[in-house]
């Protein structure tokens, strides 16, 4: 869920920043998911818990059931920092099938 949000959040600032976890408020589990069970990952923005900062709320779904849910939040940090936005940008157009393999 934290990836996804760093993704969420590279292509919301036209890959300028990412997010970087640093805290779980709070999370729960509806169950276990098996090996083979393929995993819905959803998030979606909370508002701001300060300046600089992004919480999510996080949603993991096998089947169409709850498995866990998550609230999160961290750091938005600057990409350029961490990697080279221009490849983060590449990857993630091949993520989305929009950049071909």
């Not at 970087?20 to 083979?36: E, I, N």
């Amino acid at each position: 869920m934290a990836q996804l949000a760093g993704w969420r959040e590279a292509a919301a600032s036209d890959f300028t920043r990412w997010f970087l976890l640093d805290q779980v408020r709070r999370s729960a589990w509806y169950g276990l998911v098996l090996p083979g069970d393929q995993v819905a990952l959803t998030v979606e923005p909370l508002p701001d818990p300060a300046d600089g900062r992004r919480a999510f709320r996080g949603l993991g779904e096998v089947g169409g059931r709850k498995r866990v849910v998550a609230e999160f939040e961290g750091a938005a940090a600057l990409l350029a920092e961490l990697d080279d936005p221009v490849q983060v940008r590449q990857q993630f157009r091949r993520l989305c099938r929009e950049g071909g393999f």
